[in-house]
T-cell receptor, first 110, second 115 residues
Framework: QKEVEQNSGPLSVPEGAIASLNCTYS??????FFWYRQYSGKSPELIMS????GDKEDGRFTAQLNKASQYVSLLIRDSQPSDSATYLC??????????FGRGTSLIVHP | EAGVAQSPRYKIIEKRQSVAFWCNPI?????LYWYQQILGQGPKLLIQ????????DSQLPKDRFSAERLKGVDSTLKIQPAKLEDSAVYLC?????????????FGSGTRLTVV
């Protein structure tokens, strides 16, 4: 069974700090990886996708992928209180249907 | 472009009653997904449609859940009879391709409470 593991948190960081969110997955055949942000009471919103080893940067967000170690991470630089949300890691397996982790709750305090 | 539309936003029913949710995907999106998200958990796929055909329904509790996508556009998800453990948010999502390799867009969801 394909598994996607995330620490549920909460991860608490001060405003302006770097928040680091991690995700491990079990399906070695996975080729694409996604991070979704979900505010309380709202639906998930796609914020980052990554397909190859290394880093991908988009504004304050950086996704990092290491297929050999089967982990993907999301770094949020200069964290803002508006970044407080649950971050879901999604990994499509061979069927390309994403399996979601349970999400990590991030709290950015002023 | 308009997003994925879902209704109703909230629903409260008693156990053993039936309920139906509706979803209208983004125009031109061939693939439609229904997810169940229980509080504190990630979304779990219930069923995937490609046009009006079912691609994957392996996690759909078929004794009580049913779904259809008539004419390959709108979709309805039904629960009959509902159980307390069905309390969750039901999310609909759509994507252009069947592989969702570019991720997909979720609707606002329907929050179901079974009492």
């Amino acid at each position: 069974q394909k598994e996607v593991e995330q620490n549920s948190g909460p991860l608490s960081v001060p405003e302006g700090a770097i928040a680091s969110l991690n995700c491990t997955y079990s399906d070695r055949g996975s080729q694409s990886f996604f991070w979704y942000r979900q505010y309380s009471g709202k639906s998930p919103e796609l914020i980052m996708s990554i397909y190859s080893n290394g880093d991908k940067e988009d504004g304050r967000f950086t996704a990092q992928l290491n297929k050999a170690s089967q982990y993907v991470s999301l770094l949020i630089r200069d964290s803002q209180p508006s970044d407080s949300a649950t971050y879901l890691c999604a990994v499509p397996g061979g069927s390309y249907i994403p399996t979601f982790g349970r999400g990590t709750s991030l709290i950015v305090h002023p | 472009e308009a997003g994925v539309a879902q209704s109703p936003r909230y629903k409260i029913i008693e156990k053993r009653q039936s309920v139906a949710f509706w979803c209208n995907p983004i125009s031109g999106h061939a693939t439609l997904y229904w997810y169940q998200q229980i509080l504190g958990q990630g979304p779990k796929l219930l069923i995937q449609f490609q046009n009006n055909g079912v691609v994957d329904d392996s996690q759909l509790p078929k004794d009580r859940f049913s779904a259809e996508r008539l004419k390959g556009v709108d979709s309805t998800l039904k629960i009959q009879p509902a159980k307390l453990e069905d309390s969750a948010v039901y999310l609909c999502a759509s994507s252009v391709t069947g592989t969702a390799v570019y991720g997909y867009t979720f609707g606002s969801g329907t929050r179901l409470t079974v009492v």
